[in-house]
């Protein structure tokens, strides 16, 4: 191999070396500030659940006003339940037996005399 070669090969070999370099670093900031992003947006989240926790503990300590009274009905009585079967479903399913008659009986009859 010559030494042209060798010196093509290594400075290809070099350049491609910076050029993962470059992308390794770019690809671990663009990490970095997704989990940035990702940091402020569950930050605003909990603030959120924060508020919407402390309106709960306000809507509790308030005391609702009180029910009005029921109103008077007459006592209802126990409901009979009555089952009624639907109606008996009969299916009719022809199946050929082979004793109509058929072609070996010349009175084409069903055998019967």
């Not at 919407?52 to 409901?79: D, F, I, N």
């Amino acid at each position: 191999m010559s030494r042209t070669n060798v010196a093509v090969i290594a400075g290809l070999l070099a350049v491609a070396a910076m050029l993962g370099t470059v992308a390794a670093t770019h690809t671990v900031a663009l990490g970095t500030a997704q989990k940035q992003k990702a940091d402020a947006a569950a930050q605003q989240h909990a603030k959120q659940l924060a508020a919407y926790e402390a309106s709960l503990a306000r809507a509790l300590a308030r005391k609702p006003p009180p029910l009005p009274p029921a109103p008077k009905a007459a006592p209802a009585g126990t409901q009979r339940v009555v089952y009624r079967r639907p109606p008996t479903v009969v299916v009719v399913k022809h199946t050929h037996h082979g004793d109509d008659g058929g072609l070996e009986s010349g009175d084409g009859g069903g055998g019967d005399g």
